[in-house]
């Protein structure tokens, strides 16, 4: 029987599986930690969105909490000026290279980008920061998904779901610093690529970039 802990967040406690990464040890107690890239099955969790946040005792600053394993007797504070402020900043960030315009997007009304604006009373637009998104082209050739490169967001759970689940490697990071995507090999069109249009990159994607095709 595996070993538990017990840990307050929010000044509430719970008994969660001790070593457990403290994002999912919230989640899986109905606490909501905003989040795009975090993925239970990493080992190593990138900690790329920055937008997980939290505060613990103890500790001189915020920290993410995909990458924090628990501890018995840990005190954690979700919320807090620090945090709020770090998530708001690496909220526009992300929302500076993300091609808005929820009306026109397939995944509107089940995106983690409006998830997280509701649940923490941030705004869709950008307020303090100017666009960087460059004019991309749309990949429509598969015949059951289309990949905008214009709203990706760089959350890495479509490459790791098709290097490690789909097990096909069609994808990966491509490029360095504001040129950084998801691509192919050689940067050619999915249907050219090794890809075989199963669809589980598509089933991950928390934002617009990967959507199936209507019908």
Same mark, same amino acid.
């Given at each position: 029987m595996s070993k538990t802990v017990i840990i307050t967040i929010d000044d509430k406690q719970y008994t969660v599986p001790a070593g457990q990464k403290l994002l999912w040890a919230a989640l899986d107690n109905g606490i909501y930690i905003p989040h795009l890239c975090g993925n239970q099955e990493e080992q190593r969790p990138s900690a790329g969105c920055r937008l997980c946040f939290v505060e613990v005792e103890g500790m001189s600053g915020p =920290? +993410?909490?995909?990458?924090?394993? =628990? +501890?018995?007797g840990m005190v954690v504070r979700t919320r807090s000026e620090r945090v709020d402020r770090l998530v708001r900043t690496g909220f526009e960030l992300l929302l500076s290279n993300h091609r808005l315009g929820c009306a026109k997007c397939a995944k509107n009304g089940t995106c983690e980008l409006q998830k997280i604006a509701k649940k923490r009373g941030l705004k869709l637009k950008l307020t303090r920061l100017r666009s960087l998104v460059q004019e991309q082209v749309i990949d429509d050739s598969p015949g059951s998904f289309i990949y905008d490169p214009s709203r990706c967001v760089q959350c890495g759970l479509c490459v790791y779901t098709d290097h490690h689940r789909a097990k096909v490697g069609a994808i990966g990071f491509v490029r360095r610093g504001m040129a950084r995507k998801v691509s192919t090999f050689g940067e050619v069109q999915l249907a050219e690529s090794c890809c075989t249009g199963c669809g589980e990159c598509v089933k991950v994607c928390p934002v617009g970039a990967l959507t199936p095709k209507s019908g």
């Open positions: =920290v +993410t909490s995909c990458t924090l394993p =628990v +501890t018995g």
